[in-house]
T-cell receptor
Framework: AQSVTQLDSHVSVSEGTPVLLRCNYS??????LFWYVQHPNKGLQLLLK??????LVKGINGFEAEFKKSETSFHLTKPSAHMSDAAEYFC?????????????FGSGTRLSIRP | NAGVTQTPKFQVLKTGQSMTLQCAQD?????MSWYRQDPGMGLRLIHY???????DQGEVPNGYNVSRSTTEDFPLRLLSAAPSQTSVYFC????????????????FGPGTRLTVT
């Protein structure tokens, strides 16, 4: 069985400070992990993905995430927040080489940026 | 490439009415899916298709039908709309398992915001 938990429903940071969005997962299989971003009234856009290559993954807009198997975590970070980062972020898990129906979305974390 | 397109962007229905949400992609992706997004619940899979002529149910299929007659199009039909189907609907596509090396990087449409009164 698979599951994904985003530990914070809402995170608020000041512009220029670091961002940390937390994601824990559970998977019986070797997982692929993704972070997507959704700006208001828009579709979802892929930020980055982990597919069993390097455990530190770099994405677009300065975001990165580290796959930690021992902690079953895939937290998203950015060194310095920008106002344009305000959005909803989704952590997604799916088992590699398995049915697409087993893609599981987290419930989302809303990121707010204070001026 | 237009990517994944969805129409309409907004729709209001009365209970019991039927309608079709359109989805098209121009990336020759094998896999297409429909999700609904409700506050605090992430995205939940309604139906998906791994290629033309092949569809299957996801987590919340009741009240919805799909068909996949071409690679490009994957319409979602609401048979008799209910207030519980008020939601934002997203269509997504990706390369299939073989081409994608075992994982699914999905491309999403802009969504259809549906209200059922």
């Amino acid at each position: 069985a698979q599951s994904v938990t985003q530990l914070d429903s809402h995170v608020s940071v000041s512009e220029g400070t670091p961002v940390l969005l937390r994601c824990n997962y559970s998977s019986s299989y070797s997982p692929s992990l993704f972070w997507y971003v959704q700006h208001p009234n828009k579709g979802l856009q892929l930020l980055l993905k982990y597919t069993s290559a390097a455990t530190l993954v770099k994405g677009i807009n300065g975001f990165e995430a580290e796959f930690k198997k021992s902690e079953t975590s895939f937290h998203l970070t950015k060194p310095s927040a920008h106002m344009s980062d305000a959005a909803e972020y989704f952590c997604v898990v799916s088992p590699t080489y398995s049915s697409a129906s087993k893609i599981i979305f987290g419930s989302g974390t809303r990121l707010s940026i204070r001026p | 490439n237009a990517g994944v397109t969805q129409t309409p962007k907004f729709q209001v229905l009365k209970t019991g009415q039927s309608m079709t949400l359109q989805c098209a992609q121009d990336m020759n992706h094998e896999y297409m899916s429909w999700y609904r997004q409700d506050p605090g619940m992430g995205l939940r899979l309604i139906h998906y298709s791994v290629g033309a002529g092949i569809t299957d149910q996801g987590e919340v299929p009741n009240g919805y039908n799909v068909s996949r007659s071409t690679t490009e199009d994957f319409p979602l039909r609401l048979l008799s709309a209910a207030p519980s189907q008020t939601s934002v609907y997203f269509c997504a596509s990706s390369y299939g398992n073989r081409a994608a090396k075992g994982y699914y990087e999905q491309y999403f449409g802009p969504g259809t915001r549906l209200t059922v009164t």
